[in-house]
């Protein structure tokens, strides 16, 4: 069976273009051959199966009062089972949690994604080994974002989100990427562009080997 790697994310993991000039079918979601999680398939090879679970809005585990089951927790149970056997699951999540009607911080939206990750260590989806997490924090929203949704603050919260996940990460037994370097674009200033999906891609394909031997 080829090694399964499940990418659990947001927009950013769906793959929405907020620049339909920088997406090669000129589309709102980039192609097969852009996505981050479709070129780390390629980079990895046939050895492994990476599955895409990226829904645009999704939270770690808080409820959007606009949009029902945006949290990650209250599928996460089904989500793993179905895709058992899972040998990698890679969560990038963190920037929805930050939007200003939800009224979390990064301390708190780093409590969620430990509560996340501890659920989905509990749920029996990993075959004979251990359950393997990868917490990914995702670039940080840039001040001059301005979305009305989002609110205020957002940008903050994100700049602070990677130390605690990092802390998170050690405390839950899972490993740590900081993608603070991927490019985001500069229309909306929170969605990452072709060059930022290929830069995730790289970074993910030179640690993905270690961690699933």
Not at 21 to 29: E, F, L, N, T, W
Not at 69 to 94: F, R
Not at 98 to 109: Q, S, V
Request: hydrophobic share 40%; charged share 25%.
């Amino acid at each position: 069976m080829k090694k399964h790697i499940l990418c659990l994310g947001d927009s950013n993991t769906h793959g929405y273009c907020a620049d339909p000039a920088d997406c090669a079918d000129g589309g709102i979601r980039f192609n097969e051959d852009e996505r981050w999680t479709c070129r780390l398939q390629a980079a990895l090879g046939p050895d492994y199966l990476v599955t895409e679970e990226g829904l645009s809005g999704r939270t770690t585990v808080f409820q959007d009062p606009l949009h029902e089951t945006m949290d990650a927790l209250t599928v996460l149970y089904s989500l793993l089972k179905s895709h058992e056997v899972v040998d990698l699951l890679i969560i990038m999540l963190g920037t929805n949690d930050a939007k200003e009607r939800l009224g979390m911080n990064a301390a708190c939206i780093s409590i969620g994604m430990e509560r996340l990750v501890r659920k989905a260590q509990s749920v029996d989806c990993w075959g004979t080994h251990a359950p393997n997490i990868l917490i990914v924090c995702p670039p940080p929203i840039h001040p001059e974002m301005s979305d009305p949704a989002m609110g205020r603050g957002c940008d903050v919260k994100t700049r602070e989100l990677p130390a605690y996940y990092e802390a998170t990460a050690k405390l839950v037994g899972a490993h740590f990427l900081d993608a603070a370097q991927c490019e985001f674009n500069q229309i909306d200033h929170m969605h990452l562009t072709r060059k930022g999906h290929a830069q995730l891609a790289e970074k993910l394909a030179a640690l993905v080997p270690d961690l699933v031997p």
